[in-house]
């Protein structure tokens, strides 16, 4: 009889935001929307909805989640989904955009998986109503983490990163047609 595998447990996330804290201490509101970055070793998405309902919350804390990959220019765009809580959405991003002081880049392994940070925000009062970590795929993890050098090794023109969000979406009428041309589309794990 062989011996069980076990993966050792990765090491916690900081936390410096719970649920039922505000967000940011220097916000109380925000626009409705959605932020991605990678930080402290996870990519992290943030989604700010107004007033988020009870079931949107227990369906973010644990209904299935996919991303998606698509790249255009300078502006690569991340893809989500959670079932029975969010269609498919989009959220630009280039690592330009973090505050150098901040940035920080993927730097899994071939074969790893990333963590994926959730973060639910009502947008009304600023506090964090949800979190959720779960993990991304191995090819999604490698996906951004070229994405992401790439950019950073780039030299970067806002005007062109604007041009080509603009152009991304004047090409597709939805994230379901983003979606449909994305490089890559994983399920999330946990």
Known sequence: MSRIHTFPRPAPLPETRHVGERYSPEHERYDEGARYLYRHGAHELTLFWSNPTEAEVQGFRAKPVEVALYVQGPAAFLLYKIEAVCE???????????????????????????????????????????????????????????????????????????????????????????????????????
């Open 88 to 190: 498919w959405s989009d959220v630009a991003f280039n690592v330009h955009l973090i505050p150098e002081a901040e940035r920080e880049l993927p730097g899994e392994a071939a074969g790893d998986r990333a963590r994926f940070r959730l973060i639910l925000v009502d947008a009304g009062d600023g506090i964090i109503r949800a979190k959720r970590l779960v993990s991304l795929d191995k090819v999604m993890t490698q996906a951004l983490r070229m994405t992401m050098q790439a950019q950073a090794a780039a030299p970067f023109d806002r005007a062109a990163y604007d041009a080509a969000v603009r152009a991304a979406h004047a090409r597709f009428p939805d994230s379901d047609a983003m979606v449909v041309a994305a490089e890559f589309q994983e399920a999330a794990l946990g």
